[in-house]
């Protein structure tokens, strides 16, 4: 059998690679949340509405690192997912677990990005509605994943 060029364990490894890179950006920006913070601070000038800076740094600081945590275990999942997918375990309840969880891993991000919004700056209104965007595809695919477990079980109940 003659092997393409790229193929689905190629991709599958590929998606491993990017979600591992992008868990390790998560990591090192949260280590440099700090000086990070400080220079958003500085670049946008505080908050919109009549805060101090300090708290303004307080609250900045609270939702970034609550935001790094939902990627990271957002990405755990997608990585668990991945995993399954490589095992060629597709359509088992277990990925519907992980799709749900990244669908409220979305939402999270997508809600704690408009509080974001209403207090810093209306540029992470972009980022929120393509969090919230990004949840209603993933529930999409959760829900068709679902029937096609239903399908799957029924099917193997038959034979």
């Known amino acids: 059998m003659k092997e393409t060029l790229w193929n ?5 490894i590929l998606t491993k690679f990017c979600i591992l890179a ?3 950006a998560s990591i090192i920006m949260m280590f440099c949340g700090k000086y990070l913070i400080s220079r958003f601070l500085t670049l946008t ?5 009549n805060i101090s800076n300090e708290f303004s740094f307080y609250i900045i600081t609270f939702i970034s690192y609550i935001l790094g945590i939902i990627a990271l275990l957002t990405l755990f999942c997608m990585l668990r997912f991945t995993i399954n997918l490589e095992k060629d375990l597709v359509f088992v309840p277990q ?7 990244i669908s409220y891993g ?5 809600l704690l990005l408009i509080i974001t919004t209403v207090v810093y700056h209306k540029l992470f209104l972009v980022l ?3 969090a919230l965007f990004m949840m209603l595809i ?3 695919i959760k829900n068709a994943f679902e029937q096609a477990v239903e399908m799957k079980e029924e099917l193997d109940l038959t034979i």
């Open 106 to 110: 979305c939402l999270s991000a997508g």
């Open 95 to 101: 990925n519907i677990k992980w799709l749900r969880f």
């Open 128 to 130: 929120s509605l393509a």
């Open 138 to 140: 993933v529930r999409v």
């Open 22 to 24: 992008l868990m390790l």
């Open 45 to 49: 000038g505080g908050a919109r509405i």
């Open 8 to 12: 689905s364990k190629r991709s599958i």
